[in-house]
């Protein structure tokens, strides 16, 4: 047993000796002195640096030529001079595809929007025009398209037919319309240029998905009139108002030519939609169903005559591109409050729906999306736009 022993403490000596060669020098890390406490004035320097400049706009100006100094500027506000350069015509294609397809869409779509606002068709059209051309020079999204959408739309709408009747007074609703459109685009243009863009980042997304869910049913609810041609509608917009009036109708205020005509073009789209989803190579069908649409559907009406059985067609509207509207804001007075009220609003929730789309597709493609120039681009496009009889794009 002593042997034993003696073999069994060589062997743990051993052992212990082994690890000890292999365990790795004690390292003693040494901790510098804390700084010393900076003032206020530095300590808010710094926060204010890192709120409004974390990205340090200006360090490509650093020691760089006076004409570069201006080339540079040119380009951050003008980022088509950048990549316009590298322009190849390769991609001309695709861009004239992508280009004809929105053109299809924006053609019904915006005509429905201008409803959606209470406004003539052709605004809807004049806003589908100037906006993207000014977007396209100052913008920084490859992706988003420019132009109406059904919440701003609708907002809109209500915000201003809250303050004046369209029917009875439709020019001065179109005056306070183009006023809500300029100074949602200075408030958008305020924001951007003074770098307050991380505030959109303070807006929660359960806000977001919770408006766009009661803007969309709000948008349902008001389309029934048009669905089931009815022609005295509630001009409320709260479910029991809108059902309530929708019923009481029934008997003597639906059209069954307007509800064929809507229901068959409503699953038709449907149908295209559900089409380009199962098979990516048939992309184009859902994107070009708008416009068959509108072909399809005014050949019926137009052969037929159903606009003597009470269908409502959009009749005729102006001519030509956009008009100057400039001489239409109002400046001063009680209306330019009430324009700049609503277009504030206005203008913060497009460019809420703006950065937030655009954000979402640079992320998927892996690029850059300057939050700042996106507000600045938004709010030229609706200055120039108010001047020129468009409202709120984005």
Same mark, same amino acid.
């Given at each position: 047993?002593?042997?034993?022993?003696?073999?069994?403490?060589?062997?743990? @000596?051993?052992?212990?000796?082994?690890?000890?060669?292999? +365990?790795? $020098?004690?390292?003693?890390? !040494?901790?510098?002195? $804390?700084?010393?406490?900076?003032?206020?004035?530095?300590?808010?320097?710094?926060?204010?640096?890192?709120?409004?400049?974390?990205?340090?706009?200006?360090?490509?100006?650093?020691?760089?030529?006076?004409?570069?100094?201006?080339?540079?500027?040119?380009? #951050?506000?003008?980022?088509?001079?950048?990549?316009?350069?590298?322009?190849?015509?390769?991609?001309?294609?695709?861009?004239?595809? /992508?280009?004809?397809?929105?053109?299809?869409?924006?053609?019904?779509?915006?005509?429905?929007?201008?409803?959606?606002?209470?406004?003539?068709?052709?605004?809807?059209?004049?806003?589908?025009?100037?906006?993207?051309?000014?977007?396209?020079?100052?913008?920084? @999204?490859?992706?988003?398209?420019?132009?109406? *959408?059904?919440?701003?739309?609708?907002?809109?709408?209500?915000?201003?037919?809250?303050?004046?009747?369209?029917?009875?007074?439709?020019?001065?609703?179109?005056?306070?319309?183009?006023?809500?459109?300029?100074?949602?685009?200075?408030?958008?243009?305020?924001?951007?240029?003074?770098?307050?863009?991380?505030?959109?980042?303070?807006? @929660?997304?359960? #806000?977001?998905?919770?408006?766009?869910?009661?803007?969309?049913?709000?948008?349902?609810?008001?389309?029934?009139?048009?669905?089931?041609?009815?022609?005295?509608?509630?001009?409320?917009?709260?479910?029991?108002?809108?059902?309530?009036?929708?019923?009481?109708?029934?008997?003597?205020?639906?059209?069954?030519?307007?509800?064929?005509?809507?229901?068959?073009?409503?699953?038709?789209?449907?149908?295209?939609?559900?089409?380009?989803?199962?098979?990516?190579?048939?992309?184009?069908?859902?994107?070009?169903? $708008?416009?068959? @649409?509108?072909?399809?559907?005014?050949?019926? *009406?137009?052969?037929?005559?159903?606009?003597?059985?009470?269908?409502?067609?959009?009749?005729?509207?102006?001519?030509?591109?956009? $008009?100057?509207?400039?001489?239409?804001?109002?400046?001063?007075?009680?209306?330019?409050? !009430?324009?700049?009220?609503?277009?504030?609003?206005?203008?913060?929730?497009?460019?809420? +729906?703006?950065? #937030?789309?655009?954000?979402?597709?640079?992320?998927? !493609?892996?690029?850059?999306?300057?939050?700042?120039?996106?507000?600045?681009?938004?709010?030229?496009?609706? *200055?120039?736009? /108010?001047?020129?009889?468009?409202?709120?794009?984005?």
């Amino acid at each position: 047993m002593s042997g034993n022993g003696v073999l069994v403490d060589d062997e743990a @000596s051993a052992i212990s000796s082994h690890r000890h060669a292999n +365990e790795k $020098p004690y390292v003693v890390y !040494k901790v510098g002195a $804390p700084n010393p406490k900076q003032s206020f004035f530095k300590e808010f320097k710094f926060t204010l640096k890192e709120t409004f400049f974390n990205d340090d706009p200006f360090r490509a100006f650093k020691n760089q030529s006076k004409l570069r100094k201006l080339l540079l500027g040119i380009e #951050a506000v003008f980022p088509i001079v950048d990549w316009g350069r590298k322009y190849k015509l390769s991609m001309f294609k695709g861009d004239l595809i /992508s280009g004809l397809t929105i053109a299809t869409l924006c053609i019904p779509q915006d005509i429905g929007y201008a409803r959606l606002a209470n406004l003539d068709p052709q605004f809807g059209l004049y806003s589908s025009f100037v906006p993207p051309l000014i977007y396209a020079m100052m913008g920084s @999204s490859r992706d988003i398209a420019i132009g109406p *959408v059904a919440v701003v739309s609708l907002l809109l709408g209500t915000l201003l037919q809250s303050e004046i009747d369209h029917t009875t007074h439709k020019h001065e609703y179109q005056r306070l319309a183009f006023t809500a459109t300029f100074f949602a685009g200075v408030t958008q243009f305020v924001l951007g240029f003074f770098r307050l863009g991380f505030l959109i980042d303070f807006l @929660s997304h359960a #806000a977001i998905v919770g408006f766009m869910a009661g803007a969309a049913i709000t948008i349902s609810l008001q389309q029934l009139k048009s669905l089931l041609g009815i022609n005295v509608f509630t001009k409320k917009t709260d479910v029991v108002s809108v059902m309530k009036s929708v019923w009481t109708n029934v008997h003597h205020g639906w059209n069954w030519e307007t509800i064929l005509i809507g229901v068959t073009f409503l699953i038709f789209l449907l149908l295209a939609k559900y089409i380009g989803k199962k098979s990516k190579k048939l992309f184009w069908i859902p994107a070009i169903a $708008p416009l068959i @649409s509108v072909i399809v559907s005014t050949s019926c *009406v137009y052969i037929t005559h159903a606009e003597r059985r009470g269908v409502k067609i959009v009749g005729s509207f102006e001519k030509g591109i956009n $008009p100057p509207s400039l001489h239409e804001i109002h400046f001063t007075g009680s209306y330019m409050m !009430k324009g700049l009220r609503i277009g504030v609003v206005a203008g913060m929730i497009a460019l809420t +729906e703006a950065v #937030a789309i655009g954000r979402t597709f640079a992320a998927m !493609k892996d690029y850059h999306l300057d939050g700042n120039r996106e507000m600045v681009a938004l709010g030229t496009m609706n *200055v120039v736009g /108010s001047m020129t009889s468009c409202y709120v794009a984005t």
